[in-house]
């Protein structure tokens, strides 16, 4: 699934798959987290104008541009803290992405994600379907319910 | 000029042998099927899967008597009086009993009227060939669209019996394959043979279905492929699931369609998509809160068509 999704962005995806996976991320919110973090690494490799070495500089000139401080005795007091916390963020930003970097090994692609493709009939319902509508298979061959949970 | 006559009339006589209705032959093997006493072995083929079948049919007026011996593995065996089927199967140390609505029990695959396939298929005559030491007819009944398998049907030119079907999938592939190796007519009316032996040393125990009426007035279904109409609507209990699941079935007369319809558990994220087994498909899809669950022995495109037809009214 995640597969999928890296291919949507890179549009190696085929229309015809999209109602199907759109569904399935609009039904998980881990996929839909998978999709916004796809993003971030994207614009991180890009080089994405927002994402540059000095986009602490820029977001603090950004905040040295905005109006209104009300209280200009505490000007020096105040600022002080608001920087730290914004390093903070920035290196929050930093190390979330060096953990998803590292989620992308081999390790994660063993990992099951949560929505699957189905990769058989599940017996329940065939069961049932069977039980109203037997095939000559149901009849003759062993019929759902005992392949998988016979043996 | 009396041979050139002669020859004529016979060429005519030959060729109205062949303008034989393929309908009227069909509606004989359905009918054969049901009211003639028979018994035989047949061999029943899907992929790497092959059985040997004996069974033994039985009609003197007072109703059909079947029972059918699967001879290779396993030994189950189907008891079938009337409409009512009942399955054997062994399992570890016990004899599992099922009981099933009859249908498509070979050698009656067709329904008991052909009236209700003409929408959706097509027969056409074929050649004469030899199956099982009987002289048999060859039938053609294709589907007039992508929405469901052909068959061709080999028909005892005698007594009308289909000797041998083939079920070719969408891409005009064989998929399933029933052949009369045996096959002789009965004329006794005894009836000694009309019981199981799986194994009486074993415990039979007795599988309970559970199944109500359901409502289904929040269901809306839209366009379907042509011929398929619903012959049931019941809500059941499917194994493994807490509450119960709607369950509709659809058949054209010859194939027959499940769909399951659930509100989506948040626990258990469904399997999306779709797969295929033997002539079996199956597809899931996730609308509105609801999961809905396809399967039926229809080509992919179909159970897709049905689970994306599914709507619900607010």
């Known amino acids: 699934m995640k597969e999928q999704i890296s291919a949507l962005m890179d549009d190696e995806l085929s229309t015809d798959s999209l109602d199907y996976l759109f569904t399935a991320v609009k039904s998980d919110d881990n996929l839909g987290e998978c999709w916004a973090t796809y993003h971030l690494i994207g614009d991180v490799m890009r080089g994405n104008p927002m994402m540059k070495p000095d986009f602490k500089q820029q977001l603090m000139q950004k905040l040295e541009a905005e109006p209104a401080v009300l209280a200009p005795r505490n000007i020096r007091r105040e600022r002080r803290p608001m920087m730290w916390s914004i390093a903070a963020s920035a290196a929050a930003v930093m190390f979330v992405g060096w953990v998803v970097l590292q989620q992308q090994g081999p390790e994660n692609a063993n990992a099951a994600p949560v929505v699957e493709i189905a990769q058989n009939i599940p017996s329940e319902y065939l069961q049932a379907h069977q039980a109203v509508a037997p095939s000559s298979s149901s009849y003759f061959i062993q019929p759902a319910a005992y392949s998988e949970n016979a043996q | ?314």
């Not at chain 2, 060939?129 to 028909?155: A, H, M, P």
Request: glycine share 8%; aromatic share 10%; hydrophobic share 35%.
């Open chain 2, 1 to 314: 000029m009396k041979h050139v006559l002669l020859t004529c009339l016979l060429a005519m006589q030959v060729s109205f042998a062949y303008a034989e209705d393929p309908w009227r032959l069909l509606q004989d093997a359905a009918d054969a099927a049901r009211e003639l006493s028979y018994r035989g072995i047949f061999v029943y083929q899907s992929g790497h899967n092959s059985r040997s079948v004996q069974i033994t049919h039985m009609n003197y007026g007072q109703g059909e008597y079947a029972r059918s011996v699967v001879l290779d593995g396993s030994p189950r065996e189907v008891l079938s009086q009337g409409s009512d089927v009942v399955i054997y199967t062994p399992r570890n140390e016990k004899v599992v009993i099922t009981k099933r609505r009859a249908q498509n029990l070979f050698p009656a695959l067709l329904p008991p009227s052909m009236s209700g396939l003409k929408a959706s298929y097509e027969a056409r005559l074929g050649g004469q060939e030899r199956v099982g030491g009987r002289e048999g007819q060859v039938i053609f009944l294709n589907s007039r669209d992508q929405y469901r398998y052909g068959y061709k049907f080999w028909t005892d030119r005698e007594h009308g019996l289909i000797l041998k079907s083939i079920t070719f999938n969408e891409n005009n592939e064989p998929i399933e394959q029933i052949t009369f190796t045996q096959l002789t007519l009965m004329d006794t009316q005894n009836m000694d043979w009309f019981q199981p032996h799986v194994d009486p040393a074993k415990h039979y125990v007795m599988e309970e279905e559970n199944v109500a009426a359901a409502d289904v007035s929040d269901v809306q279904l839209g366009q379907l492929p042509a011929g398929f109409k619903k012959i049931d609507q019941v809500k059941r209990m499917v194994p493994g699931k807490q509450v119960p699941v709607t369950h509709l079935i659809y058949s054209d007369g010859l194939a027959c369609v499940s769909l399951f319809i659930e509100p989506v558990n948040k626990k258990r994220q469904p399997k999306l998509g779709g797969h295929t087994l033997g002539s079996t498909n199956f597809y899931t899809h996730v609308s509105d809160g609801y999961q809905v669950v396809v399967v039926g022995e229809v080509p992919a495109a179909t159970v897709a068509h049905m689970a994306n037809a599914v709507k619900f009214k607010r």
